[in-house]
């Protein structure tokens, strides 16, 4: 197994940093703000003399209750499989009373560990470290995060600590992680107690308030031999009420994760009702060509009368997501999320589909002989063949003469004449039409047999006249 090193520290002394400079990645949120990260983050280290697996944290705060606790939990976890840590501190601010009660906990836990400098690019390395001896955690290791400074060195001081037993292994490549599924959805639907479900442990915090997962969280993930990779993300809120920079930076950490997912589970609370947000980020979903699977959480909270009003409020708001697979879910309980992952497997199956030119030539063939294209200027437009030109989404390439003129409602036809043809559940498909070029054009008409023989005749009649 690869070793594991946690960042572990007080809120704001760089782990993030650190994480995405030991990952070569952005895929933890920085910012100038205590407090932002909250879930455990793993990655792949990229820099040392081998891969390991790094784990950002958030900051080891003292509070009794709310968040913090659950956020606490979070950083026990991480200390308890690490191999190493590495005890961040901040050399701007110094020795503080909240790193000495730190390194008094750590100090008990046992754990081999590297008490880790950070934000001392602008001092003089001894300097920087001076202080930080009182602590008794060994050499203090003086690096800069966001500089770059002293990284390598460290990894490689960390790993001559390793025990010798540690095997390493390649870092897992994108395929090898498995069907990438992004949980997305409205703030407080209930994404994070999803997960949590899903995977059987406390994975990532799920707090009863609005705005508790602030990054995308990447969590590998196995279930009878398939390999999932799940994206926990930010509760997406109307433009209008996002303010605060923190939270514009996690939508867009939201929406490249439902760029990089392979199916999008669209999270929705049944006691908020579908909103026009629901309506918005679903249209999102279809526009980036992921598959769909839409689960309706909260749902054994209803009475009959509200269950009614949702379902009339889907058909109403979200009845453009007809091929997508519809759950009714309870994921504090767990009814119904069992089934929620076999129809994810379904739609990305059908996502990436090897459809056959015959087939969807035939299925176009059909599908003209019982509505013909409408004339353009008098004439019909032609539709000729079909063949595939992607996958995920799928993507169905047509080639005719006017094809450019085809109106939106007989492409609406078509997609829906292919999709339910082919039974292609919960993802979305595409049409591209490419109409057929005139081989002689801009060039002069070609010469009919006589004209070419009377040419030749002229030619020879006026050599002879020569």
Sequence with gaps: MLPVITLVGRPNVGKSTLFNR???????????????????????????????????????????????????????????????????????DGCTPEDIAIAERLRRIGKPMTLVVN???????????????????????AVSATQGMAIRPLIEHVFAQLPEAAEEEAPEDDDERGVKVA?????N?????????????ERVVAFDSPGTTRDSVFIPFERDGQR??????????????????????????????????????????????????DATLAGHVIDSGRAVVVAINKWDGLDAEAREQVKAQFTRKLGFLDFAKLH???????????????????????????????????????????????????????????????????????HGNQTDETPASYKRYLINRFRRELDLLGTPLRLEFKSGGNPYEGKRNPLTPRQIKSRQRLKKFTSRKH
């Design 328 to 398: 009714r879910i309870s994921a504090l309980h767990g009814s119904g999320v069992g089934l929620l992952l076999d129809d994810v497997d379904l739609a990305y199956a059908n996502a990436t589909r090897n459809l056959s030119t015959p087939e969807l030539t035939r299925l176009l063939e059909a599908a003209v002989q019982e509505h013909q294209p409408p004339l353009v200027r008098g004439r019909r437009i032609k539709l000729r063949y079909a063949h595939q030109g992607g996958r995920n989404p799928p993507v169905v390439v047509i």
């Design 183 to 187: 949980i997305v959805g409205r703030p």
């Design 189 to 201: 639907a209930g994404k994070s107690t999803l997960i949590n479900r899903l995977v059987g442990e």
């Design 22 to 92: 030991f990952t070569r990645t952005r895929d933890a949120l920085v910012a100038d703000f205590p407090g932002l990260t909250r879930d455990r983050q793993y990655g792949v280290g990229r820099i040392g003399p081998g891969p390991y697996v790094i784990v950002d944290t958030g900051g080891i705060a003292t509070a009794t209750e709310g968040v913090e606790t659950l956020m606490e939990r979070q950083v026990q976890l991480a200390i308890e499989e690490a191999d190493h840590l590495l005890f961040v501190v901040d050399a701007r």
């Design 119 to 141: 934000k001392s690019d602008t001092f003089d390395p001894l300097l920087a470290t001076a202080e930080f001896h009182a602590l008794g955690l060994g050499e203090p290791r």
């Design 228 to 277: 999932y990779t799940l994206i926990d993300t930010a509760g997406l809120r109307r433009r209008a009420k996002v303010k605060e920079a923190i939270e514009k930076f996690s939508v867009i950490k939201t929406l490249q994760a439902i760029e990089a997912a392979n199916v999008v589970v669209l999270v929705i609370d049944a006691h908020a009702g579908i909103g026009e947000q």
